[in-house]
């Protein structure tokens, strides 16, 4: 990491920064929200600070906590009558235009990957297709959701497909850390994420984009 130019980090920190951004307008400015996400940057930031996820023989591994909380953070709002009032709240729109942070995403995860700390299957060179739904998000969020052009059932497919390629890309990364459960990139591991700030690509940027998908998908079938 020593010879990562200061410019992807500068970069994904303003990346980070613009998602919490629009993720707190989206939301309409809520204060808890935006307290819990705030609370995660600052608790990843410190725990890198100290090396905390450098140990790569714990069980279970301890990269696991950047996404731990927002499992059960999304599941509690899910599951309960205040979560879900929450969730339809929120700005389907100003969401939409969120996920064009992917394709600065996709830009870093490349910086990366040709400096040898993630593998290139976790880029658009690879196997990593998530900059289409960065690309389409603009569309989606003007002609879906502010003009109401596109029909219900193009919106649910949608978020469905990019929800796919988003996870397809944390799947692969998580088999690529390295870690007692490694399947994956054994010649070029992904220990960018171990690192400040990449580490907030995992706990805040990813978390952030699929609550995003499972809220669209949710409005999109009332009946969930």
């Known amino acids: 990491m020593e010879t990562l ?18 993720f707190f307008k989206a939301t309409n400015k809520n204060k808890v929200a935006l307290l819990y996400i705030l609370a995660m940057t600052v608790l990843v930031a410190v725990l890198n600070a100290q090396d905390f996820f450098l140990d790569n023989d714990s069980i ?8 731990a909380p927002s499992i059960v953070v999304a599941a509690i709002t899910f599951l309960t009558k ?50 289409l739904s960065g690309l389409s998000a603009p569309l989606i969020a003007y002609f879906g959701y502010r003009q109401k052009r596109l029909p219900n059932g193009v919106l649910l497919a949608w978020n469905i497909i990019c929800l796919a390629l988003v996870l397809q890309v ?19 591991p992904n220990v960018a994420i171990l690192y400040f700030p990449f580490s907030w690509l995992p706990s805040i940027v990813v978390p952030v984009v699929i609550f995003g998908h499972l809220v669209a998908i949710r409005r999109a079938l009332p009946k969930i």
């Open 170 to 188: 944390v799947i692969t990364g998580i088999l690529s850390v390295p870690s007692p459960i490694q399947q994956l990139s054994f010649d070029q």
């Open 82 to 131: 205040k979560g879900r009032a929450f969730i339809d709240s929120i700005d389907l729109e100003t969401y939409g235009y969120l996920h064009t942070v992917r394709v600065a995403v996709e830009i870093v995860l490349l910086w990366l990957s040709i400096h040898a700390v993630l593998p290139e299957s976790m880029t658009f060179e690879g196997r990593n297709f998530d900059i």
């Open 5 to 22: 130019p200061n410019y992807v980090g500068l970069v994904f920190i303003a990346i980070t920064t613009v998602t919490i951004a629009l």
């Open 60 to 67: 279970p591994p301890r990269f696991i906590l950047f996404i």
